[in-house]
């Protein structure tokens, strides 16, 4: 089987380098108990965006990198659909 395109770690947006890297709190500020959501989110493992007009929120776990991988979804979305179609450049 042919391979269509890049390996999927190296999908990435051509500016996604400019993405400022995610902030952590201190590992010592204890958790709290969250408080309840005024929207139903569906529950996955893989991450989900909500769309309102412009705005694009990425939600995921933040679990091994789904918070770095979350972070590009919206970037590289974007880059995709804005892809001239072409028989030799497919979708990856």
Known sequence: MQEVGPPQAQLSHPNQHLIKPTIYLDAAIPFKPAKEL???LPMNNKGSVDV???DMLPICH???DNAEQCAAAVLLTLHIMGLPVHPNEPIP
Do not use: L
């Open 38 to 40: 005024a929207v139903n």
């Open 52 to 54: 309102y007009i412009n």
């Open 62 to 64: 933040d679990i091994r």
